[in-house]
């Protein structure tokens, strides 16, 4: 039988976070639990294929059912622990329509992370790829100033996590701050009828912030295996910018991957918004274009599809909020575009899918 390690790192930091280092303290001391969810409704008037919150998701709205919850619905929880002085760790779980159609939980994060220095620290188990600048919050809707990010951006690398090892090192320049990052390790996900396996991952990330002004860059690099496909190589590069002074924002991000048998992927998208009182007025533009003319797959406009979209986040409530989004998909290829699946034969380039998504967030 196949060790399943994951569970086993979680449970160990529960069970480390709870022994006590001296006569008297309680758990609180030591383990902090939170929480976070969305409940989401989706509508999408387009009949020859699902839109789908992830690419991963079998159904959504569209052709199954005109409505739909499964594209954002989600609850989630961490522990956040603190075993002994610089010795700390974080388990995630998380429930969302998967690759199974179903919400049986799973570990997002399970590592432990020991500090040498206030700068320096190793972590070892599971970690998110930091393949954009919001992954670290990409399944807290309540972080995010839209309902989700967009699919076109997270189509391009599908794998979320790391299992592995990982240095991070933040350096201080003046007025500049920047977190280094440098990750070892492998990857996994489960496709319907098929299984993406990563190996001899290697991340470089470097996050840096100025006053109201972050960047993100990232690359990534591992050998992957698909299916029956022989093994091949994988390659991205991203980079995403935040420009926030408080009362509005302005926020990019796009990446470009290489897959050995799938070809060129590119993606971007812009959203800018304004924050008056409880609301948040904002837009997006989004795209993913896959240019390569001959790719051994033959798949020559994998994921091909751009997004304009606007919507409205109210916060009503302590850490809750309610989001409306309207957008308007362009289909561009029927290799599997980036926000659709189960398509349908009667599926054309040039077909227009006009979506409404309602969510509630919340965190606690």
Do not use: C
Request: charged fraction near 15%; hydrophobic fraction near 40%.
């Amino acid at each position: 039988m196949k060790f399943q390690w994951q569970p086993a790192v979680a449970a160990s930091i529960l069970v480390l976070g709870t022994m006590p280092g001296h006569a008297g303290p309680t758990i609180d001391q030591y383990v902090t639990f939170s929480g976070f969810g969305t409940l989401g409704m989706v509508h999408s008037d387009y009949r020859q294929a699902d839109f789908t919150g992830e690419f991963l998701q079998p159904h959504g709205a569209g052709f199954s059912r005109s409505w739909s919850p499964t594209p954002d619905s989600d609850l989630g929880g961490q522990a956040d622990v603190r075993i002994v002085d610089g010795l700390t760790g974080v388990v995630q779980v998380i429930s969302r329509d998967n690759e199974e159609g179903n919400y049986r939980p799973r570990i997002e994060w399970a590592n432990i992370k020991y500090a040498f220095t206030p700068d320096l620290a190793v972590r070892v188990g599971r970690t998110q790829l930091p393949t954009y600048e919001r992954s670290d919050s990409q399944n807290v809707g309540y972080a995010l100033p839209w309902v989700r990010i967009p699919n076109e951006i997270r189509f391009s690398n599908s794998a979320t996590h790391s299992d592995g090892v990982g240095v991070l090192y933040r350096v201080k320049t003046g007025a500049v701050i920047q977190d280094l990052q440098v990750q070892f390790g492998r990857t996994s996900e489960n496709f319907s009828g098929a299984v993406f396996h990563g190996k001899d991952l290697i991340v470089l990330s470097d996050t840096m912030q100025y006053g109201n002004t972050s960047v993100h860059l990232a690359y990534q690099t591992m050998i992957y295996t698909y299916s029956v496909l022989a093994p091949a190589r994988f390659r991205l590069g991203s980079a995403g910018f935040t420009y926030d002074p408080g009362t509005w924002f302005v926020t990019g991000d796009g990446n470009y991957a290489h897959y050995d048998f799938f070809g060129d992927l590119y993606a971007w998208y812009l959203s800018a918004g304004m924050r008056l009182g409880h609301f948040t007025p904002y837009f997006i533009y989004s795209m993913e274009d896959a240019p390569t003319a001959r790719p051994a797959s033959g798949l020559t406009q994998l994921g091909d599809e751009h997004t304009a979209a606007a919507g409205l986040r109210w916060d009503f409530a302590k850490n809750v909020d309610f989001k409306l989004q309207l957008q308007r998909v362009t289909i561009k290829t029927r290799d599997a575009p980036a926000s659709f699946n189960n398509v349908q034969p009667g599926l054309r380039v040039g077909d227009k899918a006009n979506v409404v998504s309602l969510t509630l967030d919340f965190v606690f």
